[in-house]
């Protein structure tokens, strides 16, 4: 009976070790593969002209952004515009450039686009996921931590994500920014007190950046996936699932002060 114990204990463990592997598989296919995405709009009409009525929001970043993982295909930046819409009879526009795999020096470049600076001009409300694909690099990064090359890591985003805030700034001076942290989809793995460790570190000198940045608010989302990781996560083991963007929803929504006006 204890070698049929030991047998299926065995057994298990190559079970869970192969969906790591394969959900590592898809993430490394995510960072390495970045499609030229046309931006995501709800007024596919009128991509090229925007009107003054309405609420604008402009959601940049990787693949969070797109929504990866969730199979209905709104990600959080969806569920956050149906939280929204219940505080205004106003019409909420959402324009989403979020392309898979994107990096934070990629981000930047694309900001230097004419028509993404025309929309983040017109932008009533931003939204960023970045950081992600820098750090974690398809998991590479935190298999085989090291201490210098993680250091290096963090100077080179540090550096481009102010090169980010600063021209989005430059274009437009008011809009609130909202920074959505990064949460360890590793959390559940033996390393997972230093993969933490990581995250919470980088997401403290993400904030930091935001705060020397007018109307630039950090989001934490660490905390929602610390515990019970797998339960708010896609079968890639990385990307959030339904659940895990609905929080993330919920989490930015609770940030926002700023009140659209109701047609009184």
Not at 63 to 72: A, F, K, M, N, Q
Not at 96 to 118: F, S, V
Not at 202 to 231: K, M, S
Request: one cysteine or more.
């Amino acid at each position: 009976m204890r070698k049929n114990l030991t047998v299926s204990i065995l057994t298990l463990s190559s079970i869970v070790c192969l969906l790591w592997i394969i959900g590592l598989g898809w993430v490394l296919v995510d960072y390495t593969n970045q499609p030229a995405e046309k931006p995501q709009t709800t007024n596919t009409e009128n991509q090229k002209e925007i009107e003054a009525d309405g609420v604008h929001l402009l959601a940049l970043g990787d693949s969070l952004t797109r929504g990866t993982g969730d199979d209905t295909g709104k990600g959080y930046i969806g569920y956050l515009k149906e939280a929204l819409a219940e505080k205004t009879e106003e019409e909420i526009k959402i324009t989403n450039y979020g392309i898979k795999g994107l990096t934070t020096d990629k981000l930047a470049e694309q900001l230097t686009g004419q028509e993404i600076q025309r929309q983040t001009a017109n932008a009533d409300l931003l939204f960023i996921t970045i950081g992600g694909n820098d750090l974690f690099q398809g998991g590479q990064s935190l298999t085989e931590i090291e201490e210098d090359s993680i250091s290096k890591l963090m100077e080179a985003y540090s550096k481009q994500l102010q090169t980010v805030l600063t021209t989005i700034r430059s274009i437009n001076a008011d809009a609130p920014i909202y920074l959505m942290g990064l949460y360890n989809p590793f959390n559940d793995l033996d390393n997972r007190a230093l993969t933490s460790q990581v995250v919470r570190t980088w997401n403290n000198t993400t904030a930091e950046i935001c705060a020397n940045y007018a109307q630039t608010i950090f989001v934490p989302t660490y905390d929602i996936f610390q515990q019970n990781v797998q339960q708010y996560l896609y079968s890639d083991h990385f990307h959030p699932n339904k659940k895990g963007y609905q929080l993330m929803a919920e989490r930015v929504a609770s940030f926002i002060s700023w009140e659209v006006n109701d047609n009184e």
